[in-house]
């Protein structure tokens, strides 16, 4: 099996001198055939990293090669710890998982860059790149969806399928349920306490467009789906893709917490309050939060002073007194199929077998979706279905260890994109597109190629330069 290193090049030429010897001197270790491809954009155009991998893509497999990595410039394999550069029999593989300028940790959670490896069949059926990212940013993520589509990532699920599982549908407009609140549990929610929440939501692009880090005009908003009201205590979905939970403590400071989620997933959500050491914990599918893998916000988190006093005669589901009534965020888009209150803070290994055992000690609440009489109730229908609940999508992954060579920080610096527009189009692009399935990758990749062969230069026995103009 000859392997095909194909790296996107311009302009790093401190990067190259060290990339060849010491890429080439690891593999040649490893003994593992391989040749490598740069593939040097010259044109005065922005720079098309997908394009240019594409490219170097191609080359390698007409002159021979079995499979491919993608490879950054600025990657490089430590000799203790390593990465797998071997053949991805089943799926793609990212072997860019420690990265040494993120503490040995990936960027995020879905982090697809850095070097991954393709089969050629692999390739084919994914298209490769997309050919239209321009300049700074999402080429990776829109490979890695792709990846997806076609069956090619990590998928995993609980490991229960929820039964003819009935569930409350909310119109995102008018739906509602109010939950009368026993005298003696009023104020459950200022010590410790748990709260766990089966729910799928949906957006609402109509009423607030998807939020988009490049964007100057679209706004943060969260869908009440768990509201206690006054200053709301509760779990939302929003409109950047995410699960979240607010809370406040007895010096109205606001606290929060959240983990990514895309919409149309059933979910299993619980945050757990430990009010003895003042902690707050975040739960989806059982697993807690990691902010170091870019999952969400850091849990356990530490909160100050006490959790705020509400004297709750009511809990919500799917909206909040709180918003008028034409507001915009009034109301949740989606389903509820479970919600289970305890007064007291569950053990993470209860919180984790929640779809299988359901712990009754300290059990305060627990929905019954078929007896909402005694609940006042607006707008809701009632449904069935086999729930399966999906954890977080991820790509295969072999742990690799890359050393980053110094470059200049071209991501995103204090909430903006050092990039700017360009690379806020191309967010739009995949945000709004791609992942919408708005975008026929099958005629965006590999197989649409438009380039100029400027010429090729060799640059040792086993590296080569292809000079091209997109």
């Not at 080359?59 to 490879?71: K, N, P, Q, R, S």
């Not at 943060?220 to 009201?229: A, G, H, L, S, T």
């Not at 909430?415 to 709004?432: P, S, W």
């Not at 060799?458 to 330069?465: D, F, V």
Request: with cysteine.
């Amino acid at each position: 099996m000859k392997l095909g290193v194909c790296v996107p090049y311009r302009d790093r030429e401190l990067h190259l001198n060290e990339f060849i010897p010491k890429v080439g001197k690891y593999l040649k270790d490893r003994n593992i055939d391989f040749q490598m491809y740069f593939c040097h954009q010259v044109d005065d155009k922005l720079f098309n990293r997908g394009a240019t991998k594409n490219i170097a893509a191609k080359h390698a497999l007409e002159e021979g090669c079995d499979y491919i990595v993608w490879h950054d410039i600025d990657m490089i394999p430590l000799e203790d710890g390593g990465a797998d550069y071997s053949f991805p029999k089943d799926a793609p593989r990212h072997i860019a998982t420690k990265i040494e300028q993120m503490d040995w940790k990936l960027k995020y959670h879905e982090y697809f860059g850095g070097a991954v490896l393709f089969s050629k069949e692999q390739l084919e059926k994914t298209n490769g790149y997309s050919n239209d990212y321009w300049d700074w940013g999402m080429e990776d993520d829109d490979l890695f969806w792709r990846c997806h589509k076609e069956g090619l990532t990590d998928d995993s699920y609980l490991d229960v399928k929820f039964k003819e599982k009935e569930y409350i549908r909310f119109n995102g407009n008018s739906s509602s349920v109010e939950i009368p609140v026993p005298e003696e549990f009023k104020n459950f929610n200022r010590k410790s306490h748990t709260v766990s929440v089966l729910t799928r939501a949906f957006q609402m692009p109509e009423k607030n467009p998807i939020f988009l880090i490049g964007s100057k005009s679209r706004r943060y908003v969260e869908y009440p789906i768990f509201r206690i009201p006054g200053y709301d205590y509760g779990i939302s979905f929003n409109n950047s893709r995410a699960l979240s939970c607010t809370f406040w403590n007895t010096f109205n400071q606001h606290n929060y917490m959240w983990l990514k989620r895309y919409d149309n997933q059933w979910s299993w959500v619980t945050v757990v309050f430990d009010d003895y050491n003042k902690l707050s914990h975040f739960y989806l599918n059982g697993t807690e939060v990691d902010s170091l893998a870019g999952f969400g916000s850091p849990s356990p988190f530490k909160y100050e002073g006490r959790l705020k006093k509400y004297n709750v005669d009511k809990i919500y589901l799917g909206t909040t007194p709180s918003e008028k009534a034409d507001s915009p965020v009034k109301y949740f888009k989606g389903d509820i199929a479970a919600v289970k209150i305890w007064d007291r803070d569950l053990t993470p290994t209860e919180v984790e077998n929640l779809h299988k055992t359901e712990p009754t000690d300290g059990l305060i609440y627990d929905l019954d979706v078929t007896d909402l009489n005694s609940y006042e109730s607006k707008d809701i229908t009632i449904k069935t279905e086999d729930i399966v609940v999906p954890n977080s999508i991820l790509p295969f992954r072999e742990d690799g260890k890359m050393r980053c060579l110094p470059h200049k920080d071209e991501g995103i610096i204090g909430g903006i994109f050092v990039k700017g527009d360009t690379t806020a189009k191309n967010e739009e692009r995949y945000v709004l597109q791609m992942q919408q399935g708005k975008i026929d990758y099958k005629k965006d990749g590999i197989s649409t190629l438009k380039y100029e062969l400027v010429g090729e230069e060799i640059l040792t026995p086993w590296a080569k330069m292809i000079n091209i103009k997109l």
